[in-house]
């Protein structure tokens, strides 16, 4: 049996490679022709790893067929190849074997072996339930309040929906969501499908186990989940309602209401989904740099966002807390943290630096872009966000592969290496002679 940290990033590698085959059809383009290679390698990568920078306009490059394509793999990768397979063996009915837990735990996150199956179907029941009542809300306001006949409101009803579940970005629309900024009814549930898959599959599953009993206590990880999201919301919206409220390319022209609701989409978004209501390219350096913050945390861990994870963010914030309190151990919520998680995260975190540094470093090396707007495309790639300042179209081949590479580490890196590292915690039993280098 193959090891399940190499299965998940060659089954993702195999969907990327598939997409890009088609995608090169002159089916799947909305011009004559073949499409190039790397366009649609690009675009492939990032439609499976959900994070919807786009080298070319969605709405006018791809034709309807492509289009279909490009939802098919964002919803392949958001839903998680090995969760797919899984299921499928189960309605074969062979049951879930040991492996194909794994494979599953892999993906979906350190879920106990014994709730595999519960999670699988929880995973489907949410997917289809979320997709299809935003998808019914989006038509809807799209044909009444648009004039859109239905066939027409219900693609773009259901392309945004299942765009918004997956934390993939893509737009069938140029201006991804600039033209609906004013538009509670759209950005609204948009923004709450996004919060929702963003959580986790385990929180989502802890959560229903605990409205069922009323009496399961919240674990550590969905206690820290749930806290760092509401934390990271609020200072995100705060941010940018503050440095964005006069500015009249961004929030400057809008009134008291439409502002909230672009300031709170915005934090929303930033952190995993890569819709824009507001052009990213008019905000102010300030609010750049909480956007890059926001970003590279993303959302939960074993769900469709990017990003380090919320749960490293905060748990590394927590021991460095309990450092500067001159506490033995770092503890939250009545529970110890235990070492071997604290290097776990750091090691997620640093390696994830080095992805973004190295990154940033090879594009400021072959192109003349200014590093501010570099840095926020490759942490963007790396996070698999999909916001951009607008120069993803204006990168050479060599940037475009760069951001192809971080997109693919991004989504499958994180999840193989904290994997990894539980699996191989443990296994060596020599102690060397402790010393203590000075530090700072």
């Given at each position: 049996m193959m090891h399940p940290t190499r299965l998940v990033p060659l089954a993702f590698l195999i969907a990327i490679?598939?997409?890009?085959?088609?995608?090169?059809?002159?089916?799947?383009?909305?011009?004559?022709?073949?499409?190039?290679?790397?366009?649609?390698?690009?675009?492939?990568?990032?439609?499976?790893?959900?994070?919807?920078?786009?080298?070319?306009?969605?709405?006018?490059?791809?034709?309807?067929?492509?289009?279909?394509?490009?939802?098919?793999?964002?919803?392949?990768?958001?839903?998680?190849?090995?969760?797919?397979?899984?299921?499928?063996?189960?309605?074969?009915g062979r049951?879930?074997?040991?492996?194909?837990?794994?494979?599953?735990?892999?993906?979906?996150?350190?879920?106990?072996?014994?709730?595999?199956?519960?999670?699988?179907?929880?995973?489907?029941?949410?997917?289809?339930?979320?997709e299809v009542t935003?998808?019914?809300?989006?038509?809807?306001?799209?044909?009444?309040?648009?004039?859109?006949?239905?066939?027409?409101?219900?693609?773009?009803?259901?392309?945004?929906?299942?765009?918004?579940?997956?934390?993939?970005?893509?737009?069938?629309?140029?201006?991804?969501?600039?033209g609906f900024a004013r538009d509670w009814l759209i950005l609204l549930p948009i923004g709450l499908a996004i919060i929702i898959s963003s959580l986790g599959f385990p929180v989502l599953h802890e959560l229903r186990n605990h409205l069922r009993s009323g009496?399961?206590?919240?674990?550590?990880?969905?206690?820290?989940?749930?806290?760092?999201?509401?934390?990271?919301?609020?200072?995100?919206?705060?941010?940018?309602?503050?440095v964005e409220w006069h500015n009249p390319a961004t929030l400057g022209a809008m009134d008291l209401g439409d502002k909230l609701l672009n300031g709170a989409f915005q934090s929303i978004t930033t952190r995993t989904a890569g819709f824009n209501a507001l052009d990213t390219?008019?905000?102010?350096?300030?609010?750049?740099?909480?956007?890059?913050?926001?970003?590279?945390?993303?959302?939960?861990?074993a769900g469709t966002a990017g990003g380090i994870k919320i749960t490293t963010f905060f748990l590394l914030a927590i021991v460095v807390w309990s450092e500067v309190r001159g506490e033995k151990e770092a503890a939250v919520f009545g529970r110890r943290i235990s070492s071997g998680t604290e290097r776990q995260a750091l090691t997620v975190v640093m390696l994830s630096l080095a992805a973004v540094s190295t990154g940033t470093m090879i594009i400021l090396s072959v192109t003349e872009l200014p590093l501010t707007a570099v840095l926020f495309e490759t942490i963007s790639?790396?996070?698999t966000v999909g916001l951009s300042t607008g120069i993803t179209g204006q990168l050479p081949p060599t940037g475009e592969l760069v951001l192809i590479v971080l997109m693919v580490i991004g989504r499958v890196g994180t999840i193989t290496i904290a994997t990894a590292l539980a699996l191989g915690s443990g296994r060596s039993e020599l102690h060397y002679p402790e010393e203590r280098p000075i530090i700072g």
């Open positions: 490679a598939i997409g890009t085959l088609v995608l090169m059809l002159p089916v799947s383009r909305a011009g004559d022709g073949f499409s190039p290679f790397l366009t649609a390698l690009f675009t492939a990568t990032s439609a499976v790893c959900v994070t919807g920078l786009a080298v070319v306009d969605t709405s006018t490059y791809w034709s309807p067929f492509g289009q279909a394509v490009i939802l098919a793999l964002f919803q392949i990768g958001g839903f998680g190849i090995m969760a797919a397979a899984t299921l499928l063996g189960l309605l074969v049951g879930i074997r040991l492996k194909d837990r794994l494979r599953t735990q892999v993906e979906r996150g350190a879920i106990d072996m014994s709730n595999a199956r519960d999670v699988l179907w929880l995973i489907v029941l949410v997917t289809v339930v979320a935003l998808s019914v809300a989006l038509t809807v306001r799209l044909h009444f309040a648009y004039g859109y006949d239905w066939p027409e409101a219900a693609w773009h009803g259901v392309f945004h929906a299942v765009s918004a579940f997956n934390n993939a970005g893509f737009s069938t629309y140029s201006d991804s969501l600039m009496r399961q206590p919240w674990t550590l990880h969905t206690k820290i989940t749930l806290g760092g999201t509401v934390i990271l919301l609020v200072v995100g919206c705060g941010t940018i309602l503050y390219g008019a905000l102010k350096d300030e609010s750049l740099a909480i956007t890059y913050l926001l970003m590279f945390i993303g959302g939960g861990s790639a790396f996070a």
